[in-house]
T-cell receptor, first 119, second 116 residues
Framework: GAVVSQHPSRVICKSGTSVKIECRSL??????MFWYRQFPKQSLMLMAT?????????EQGVEKDKFLINHASLTLSTLTVTSAHPEDSSFYIC???????????????FGPGTRLTVL | AQSVAQPEDQVNVAEGNPLTVKCTYS??????LFWYVQYPNRGLQFLLK??????LVKGSYGFEAEFNKSQTSFHLKKPSALVSDSALYFC??????????????FGAGTRLAVHP
């Protein structure tokens, strides 16, 4: 079964509105969570990394005021796309690093992704 | 700087034949290497990883990968391909000596198409 969940799986919004995406680690505590963006037929681009209770570390070129990350607990991280515009339309994937009981150590598990469409 | 190369955009193979998806890497230290698979409109699923030990790593769904330090490669293999293996495959590397959050660096991805 899934070890990382994302909600919503798909969202359509109007330009100028804000959208929040939740990422939860199931059955394990995530020491670190990551947010990626993926354009059609392209690889994953890391946007930011966060530890619980700490400010997120953003990759170069990613606007921290536009993509707000809150890592509220060891099992929950949220990404808020503020004042969304059509160019923000993309597939957003979160990932959590931790150890699942009986699983390999130090592995990153990925959520199913959220398809954001900004009209 | 860390980098990963997947030289093939697409690999085509007939069902029942062996498959190989290539990956080469560049890191300054000893690499942690990973393979993930992505089905349409889904997140990534972990297949296998190499950290240390035996160079041949066995993973999920019958896949395996061989770490070759001299060639800096970590090719993904399966002895007999299934149509259901058709998906997008990503190789990733992490350099644990790089400090910080040891982020994964992904290759561009290789689309595997298995034909009946």
């Amino acid at each position: 079964g899934a070890v990382v969940s994302q909600h919503p799986s798909r969202v359509i919004c109007k330009s100028g509105t804000s959208v929040k995406i939740e990422c939860r680690s199931l059955d394990f505590q995530a020491t670190t969570m990551f947010w990626y963006r993926q354009f059609p037929k392209q690889s994953l681009m890391l946007m930011a990394t966060s530890n619980e209770g700490s400010k997120a570390t953003y990759e170069q070129g990613v606007e921290k005021d536009k993509f707000l990350i809150n890592h509220a607990s060891l099992t929950l991280s949220t990404l808020t796309v503020t004042s969304a515009h059509p160019e923000d339309s993309s597939f957003y994937i979160c990932s959590a690093r931790g150890r699942l009981a009986g699983g390999p150590t130090d592995t990153q598990y990925f959520g199913p992704g959220t398809r954001l469409t900004v009209l | 700087a860390q980098s990963v190369a997947q030289p093939e955009d697409q690999v085509n193979v007939a069902e029942g034949n062996p498959l190989t998806v290539k990956c080469t890497y560049s890191v300054s230290g000893n690499p942690y290497l990973f393979w993930y698979v992505q089905y349409p409109n889904r997140g990534l699923q972990f297949l296998l990883k190499y950290i240390t030990g035996d160079n041949l790593v066995k993973g999920s769904y019958g896949f395996e990968a061989e770490f070759n330090k001299s060639q800096t490669s970590f090719h993904l293999k399966k002895p007999s391909a299934l149509v259901s293996d058709s998906a997008l495959y990503f190789c990733a590397v992490r350099d644990p000596s790089s400090g910080g959050y040891n982020k994964l660096i992904f290759g561009a991805g290789t689309r595997l198409a298995v034909h009946p």
